[in-house]
């Protein structure tokens, strides 16, 4: 094990290289969350539809991604999607983690939409609201509220999934934390940085996540 | 004597699969008329109420709401919806919106209506119903009697020409059902074609011009109160009657 003052010296040291990276990692993780969000809202909305074709759309894309590893997914898009058309790295890991959040936050979304009292629905549409607009205004705002603890969780989980981007050579934590540590040979130090960086992301994260639930939980108090 | 024909439900029936729920029903509501439905538990009333505004869907009959015969397939069933009224057991305001909020929200989103013309109704509604300084608080801070009166607003707030009122005070406690049932019992004096679902018989007795009494899916007797409860023709009817004042 490194000393602190070892750990200490060289977290100093290298807070350029990685503040750089730790801007990638936060950009990585933050469009892929704003995409699976939207690829979530479209999935869990077909899987609600009552039409069974596009229920059976959203099954099989859960499927598929829950299916396989996100790494499988991060280089078929990488390796896959590059020999059709030019993708740069930055939107094939994120296009795969958005793709990879997306059927989580789907699920997630769906819960949260059918766990909203059905005289909701019926009150919208007795006052003469149409469907999407009962949906728009009634359901999806008080479903949101619901699923924010489940989507904070899964935000964290993507935060830390975007490290699998360092197999495809993104520059961010993961990567340049291995790749200064074989550098120097000294792996351990690296890694403990780099469970700092992490850790302080975690925590921003969190914050941010609490305090929207804050905000939008005003009601019941 | 052309008082005009609110709803008219000709022959309706209606089954949750193997459950015949609404047997060929036949039922004529006039202008300012207040009917009130009444029967036991699974008899079939508020189905018959859900029907009316088309949260539930006929199997076949004709319902016609003044004067137009409704099509669920073809008709906007929100247009209609516009003209009918409807205040739940359960209150169901939306609990993420302000009292004020919750009964601008259709006004403005559906009918169009001016944010600030919208208040101004709303602020009158409230007063109406006696909440006037609670527009600004949640649902979550109001008692069920003064939630349901915000319901009763709500569906106001659309200008209906009818109103449904599904066992409106049923989930409440008891020392909050009269505040619930002067609210409206004020909008039957204003005329307000109003269909009650209620297990209330004084405010049936009271306020209703008819009563409709159901069972097993069917319409079994119907009369003034007068005639229903202290000339009742049917044996069925009296067994009921016996069975509730005896509570």
């Known amino acids: 094990m490194p000393s602190f003052s070892h750990f200490f010296h060289i977290l100093m040291d290298t807070k350029g290289v990685f503040f750089k990276a730790m801007l990638l990692t936060l950009e990585l993780t933050v469009v892929s969350i704003l995409i699976g969000i939207v690829i979530g809202l479209v999935f869990a909305l077909l899987k609600i539809s009552n039409i069974k074709i596009l229920e059976l759309i959203s099954d099989i894309y859960v499927y598929l991604v829950r299916g396989t590893p996100l790494i499988v997914q991060i280089f078929i898009l990488y390796f896959g999607i590059s020999g059709i058309f030019l993708l740069p790295d930055f939107w094939a890991a994120s296009l795969a983690l958005a793709l990879h959040n997306g059927a989580y936050i789907s699920e997630i979304l769906r819960g949260a939409i059918q766990s909203v009292d059905k005289g909701q629905f019926e009150a919208g549409r007795s006052l003469g609201m149409t469907k999407t607009l009962t949906l728009r205004r009634i359901i999806l705002p008080q479903a949101f509220r619901r699923a924010l603890p489940p989507l904070g969780n899964q935000f964290i989980i993507s935060l830390k999934d975007s490290s699998l981007a360092a197999f495809i050579s993104m520059n961010e934590l993961f990567n340049v934390a291995t790749t200064l540590g074989s550098n120097n040979f000294d792996e351990m130090t690296y890694l403990l940085i780099v469970a700092v960086y992490y850790l302080l992301l975690v925590a921003l994260m969190t914050f941010v996540v609490n305090r929207t639930e804050q905000k939008l939980t005003v009601s019941d108090r | ?247």
């Not at chain 2, 459950?19 to 009130?36: A, Q, R």
């Not at chain 2, 003064?146 to 009122?165: G, S």
């Not at chain 2, 409106?168 to 020392?175: I, N, R, Y």
């Not at chain 2, 307000?192 to 007795?205: D, I, L, S, Y």
Request: aromatic share 6%; with cysteine.
């Open chain 2, 1 to 247: 004597m052309d008082t005009k024909e609110m709803i008219k439900i000709k022959q309706l029936n209606k089954s949750f699969g193997d459950l015949h729920v609404l047997k060929n029903i036949d039922m004529t509501v006039y202008e300012s008329d207040v009917v009130c439905l009444i029967g036991s538990s699974g008899s079939g009333k508020s189905t018959l109420l859900r029907c009316l505004n088309f949260l539930e869907r006929k199997d076949n009959g004709n319902i016609i709401i003044e004067g137009n015969e409704v099509n669920p397939r073809t008709d906007d069933l929100n247009k209609i919806r516009e003209k009918v009224g409807m205040v739940f057991q359960n209150f169901n305001l939306f609990p993420h919106k302000t009292v004020l909020e919750n009964i601008i929200e259709a006004p403005i989103m559906v009918k169009g209506v001016d944010k600030e013309k919208a208040i101004i109704k709303a602020k009158q509604l409230l007063k109406k119903v006696g909440l006037e300084d609670k527009s600004d608080v949640y649902p979550s801070k109001l008692s069920g009697g003064q939630k349901q009166r915000v319901a009763i607003a709500r569906a106001l707030a659309m200008e209906p020409d009818i109103m449904l009122f599904d066992e409106p005070t049923s989930a409440l406690d008891p020392e909050l059902v009269g505040e619930v049932l002067t609210t409206m019992k004020d909008l039957a004096e204003e005329g307000m074609t109003m269909v009650v679902v209620t297990h209330e018989m004084g405010f049936a007795r009271e306020v209703a011009d008819w009563i409709v009494y159901m069972h097993d899916g069917k319409i079994i007797e119907r009369g003034t109160p007068e005639q229903f409860f202290n000339h009742p023709k049917e044996e069925r009817t009296r067994e009921f009657l016996t069975a509730t004042m005896l509570k």
